[in-house]
DNA sequence: TTCATTCTGTACTTTGTAGTACACAACTGG
DNA sequence: CCAGTTGTGTACTACAAAGTACAGAATGAA
């Protein structure tokens, strides 16, 4: 019963999502943001409420993305070996060439020290949680597969900090072949 | 033949490398350097340039150091595998912990968005390079130490994505002993 | 058609901060 | 002791960008 809104909350989000990945969440300027989506201040303001809230709501939607992903991955039928190998291979064109050499939106705003002190913080780390909690789960489960002695929990987080490096090392434009050379070689922890 | 420097250039450089750990290049403000550093703006100027200058001097010196310092590490005898274990638990304390909470200041500032179009990107990507070519070289002189098919380069990058994901992952607080124990998981595929 | 409500666009204020002008201080060579 | 040179401190300017006031436009309900 008024005013209705003229334009999809999504587009923008996905609008200011392009512009925190190129440029940072400091170096983004709302100006900036509003040229590309088209809407004025005012409405942002409105929609979303300030800078620091709006790239929380951009951060949050990317994470659900890459968690939905992932589970949907990880929950697959078959070896453990082979769905982890290809939920690593899924990111291979998101870190490397020029496609990767943004990096990842959530380890950009990780390393940026002047979200420290922010709620971006513990969105990240919910994330990175959620996503080695997948990969635990899923080695746990299917412990019998590998050699005796094996350590799911261990496992899990050795491939996280191999997926954070991969994401990290995108920024000076990996090549493709040699970012899937260091997930196979990787994956040969998993026996 | 005339006033001298009233300050030592690498206690400011000491300075401002904190400054900009703690808060990222764009939030660290040349008054909160200046401030820190008990000397006045034209002063820091006249020494060393705009912030820009004096951001990658900073950076130069930090990758110095740490180059340095694996180049002793990695020319010392015995077997490579030891030395490259000793080279990486070396970087424990730097990830892991409160003292390991700001991360490394190359990689934020790889992760800068803001940084793309600088000096500074050249300046990350050389220490890579020379970072990686040090494991490199090691790994390829000592490879008779390792089982057949063996591959050193391979290895040497798979290193330095397992370094840069621990050293990223360092803003959350890692604890001290799992980033040992993935530096350990790691260290098995140097066979 | 008219009213109440909510959204939109222009144009503004405010603020943080990079960078500098200028007068003065500190030193050295003669 | 003087002159010339270079560093220092105060105080300023310039500017970008976050956030907002306000007038007007677009809707649904009566």
Redesign the interface.
């Known amino acids: 019963m008024a005013r209705p809104r003229s334009f999809d909350p999504d587009d923008v989000l996905e609008v200011a999502r392009k512009v925190f990945?190129?440029?940072?969440y400091?170096?983004?300027s709302l100006d900036e943001i509003t040229a590309a989506s088209g809407i004025a201040k005012p409405s942002l303001y409105a929609a979303f409420g300030d800078k620091s809230a709006l790239f929380l709501r951009v951060l949050d939607r990317y994470h659900d993305g890459i968690l939905g992903w992932a589970e949907r991955v990880l929950a697959q039928p078959g070896p453990a070996h082979d769905v982890i190998r290809q939920w690593l291979t899924g990111f291979v064109p998101y870190c490397s060439g020029a496609k990767g050499s943004?990096?990842c939106l959530s380890?950009?705003a990780?390393?940026?020290?002047?979200l420290d002190q922010t709620e971006v913080?513990k969105s990240?780390?919910r994330y990175?949680r959620r996503l080695e909690q997948l990969l635990r789960a899923r080695l746990r489960a299917d412990r019998a597969q590998f050699r005796k002695g094996f350590?799911p929990d261990?496992?899990a987080?050795?491939i996280?900090?191999?997926?954070?490096?991969?994401m990290?090392?995108a920024?000076?434009g990996s090549d493709a072949k040699?970012v899937q050379?260091?997930i196979d070689?990787?994956m040969?922890?998993l026996t």
């Not at 990945?21 to 940072?24: C, D, I, Q, S, W």
């Not at 990780?110 to 002047?114: E, L, N, P, V, Y």
């Not at 996280?160 to 490096?165: A, S």
Request: glycine share 10%.
């Open positions: 990945l190129r440029k940072g400091q170096a983004a943004r990096g380890i950009n990780a390393t940026d020290g002047s913080r990240i780390e990175n350590d261990l496992t987080h050795t996280m900090v191999v997926h954070t490096g991969l990290t090392l920024h000076q040699q050379a260091v070689q990787v040969t922890l």
